[in-house]
């Protein structure tokens, strides 16, 4: 899924550059506004995700008789 994400969106990003007649470091400025808010963002969910599963997981394994 994410890469999906990142190849529609940088072909995207390519035309839109190309159509506005922006310079190289024009598309890389708009790349770093968008990778980077995105990259932070993904990686917040995921540990949050994964500190989630490993929660319950704890729970699980305390409440389950032994």
Known sequence: MN???????????IWWTVEHHLSRWQLFGIF????????I????????VKL?????NKKRLAE???
Do not use: C, Q
């Open 64 to 66: 389950s008789p032994r």
């Open 32 to 39: 770093l506004l968008v990778a980077l808010p995105y990259t």
């Open 41 to 48: 963002l993904e990686n917040w969910a995921k540990r949050k």
């Open 3 to 13: 890469w999906v994400v990142i190849l529609i969106g940088g072909g995207f990003l």
């Open 52 to 56: 989630s599963y490993l929660r319950n």
